[in-house]
């Protein structure tokens, strides 16, 4: 069974910067399609970021500019950098990944699993 563990959520004010990383315990990561979703309270899970096995990337457009995912195949690890947080970006974080695939996967149930997700809380 393939775990993802997330961490590097916390509290931080209006531009402030964090890092979210995402270990995933899989023998053949490189070939997994990662993405970060996040939810906030009364609203349904969205799209943020992922990172697909040639290491080509798509945002959503409420964080391009300002988010950015990586990924490290030799530590089985995605991370996702957010500089210039803004209030509406406070939401519980989550990292999701898919063994296989050849396209853009911006919707939740195109992962197949999934990490327990990060608070992120952005004060204005």
């Known amino acids: 069974q393939v775990q993802l563990v997330e961490s590097g959520g916390g509290l931080v004010q209006a531009g402030a910067s964090l890092r979210l990383s995402c270990a995933v315990s899989?023998?053949?990561?490189?070939?997994?399609?990662m993405g970060w979703f996040r939810q906030a309270p009364g609203k349904e899970r969205e799209f943020v970021s992922t990172i697909r096995s040639d290491g080509s990337t798509a945002y959503a457009d409420s964080v391009k500019g300002r988010f950015t995912i990586s990924r490290d195949n030799a530590k089985n690890t995605v991370y996702l950098q957010m500089d210039s947080l803004k209030p509406d970006d406070t939401a519980v974080y989550y990292c999701?990944?898919?063994?296989?695939?050849?396209?853009?996967?911006?919707?939740?149930?195109?992962?197949?699993?999934w990490g327990q997700g990060t608070q992120v809380t952005v004060s204005s």
């Open positions: 999701a990944a898919r063994p296989y695939g050849a396209n853009w996967y911006t919707k939740p149930d195109s992962y197949d699993y």
């Open positions: 899989t023998h053949t990561f490189s070939r997994y399609i």
